[in-house]
């Protein structure tokens, strides 16, 4: 009965070990969260996932296109099936102020390789995948950074409707 977010548990590592050093401010999308290590739920390490309370306005701020999953928990794709995967890479963040930060989204398309009760894994060489931009993904792009962003997979019903569901949360990127 609770709404939260996910998000991989090392980029709550990673906000914590900056806010040590320097100021830093978290945001979920456009909504700039001041309290957001008062929010976390819980954290896994060995499962690499974080859950943030979006209570308390949290969720009415962030915009009436954002709407809680009612399916839980997610649905592994299958292997060998289609997969879509999304984030915002390290290499395409900007900083064009103090604590303004512009980000650079990234989809990419791709074939889920191996699927485990714990782990998704995606190998795409530049001919079978597509992102949604007209400029083509460079060779080796490095989509490190994309950490806490979705895996989509598309499901159909044995009527043949199909839908697409959240799968699981992107943890680590390789180039």
Request: charge should be negative; proline fraction near 9%.
């Amino acid at each position: 009965k609770r709404t939260f977010g996910i998000t991989a548990a090392h980029v709550i590592d990673e906000y914590v070990a900056t806010k040590a050093l320097r100021p830093i401010r978290a945001q979920i999308s456009n909504v700039v969260v001041d309290d957001l290590l008062e929010r976390v739920i819980d954290r896994s390490k060995d499962l690499d996932l974080a859950t943030i309370d979006l209570g308390d306005g949290l969720l009415e701020a962030l915009g009436p296109s954002v709407s809680p999953l009612t399916l839980w928990p997610p649905t592994p794709p299958q292997e060998g099936r289609g997969i879509m995967l999304g984030g915002f890479p390290g290499c395409e963040r900007r900083e064009p102020a103090t604590l303004e930060g512009d980000f650079g989204l990234c989809w990419a398309i791709g074939i889920a390789r191996r699927v485990t009760h714990d782990q998704i894994t995606w190998i795409a060489p530049p001919d079978e995948f597509l992102i949604a931009t007209d400029t083509p993904m460079p060779r080796h792009f490095d989509f490190g950074g994309a950490s806490g962003g979705p895996l989509i997979a598309p499901f159909e019903s044995k009527s043949g409707f199909f839908t697409h569901r959240l799968a699981g949360i992107v943890s680590e990127a390789q180039p």
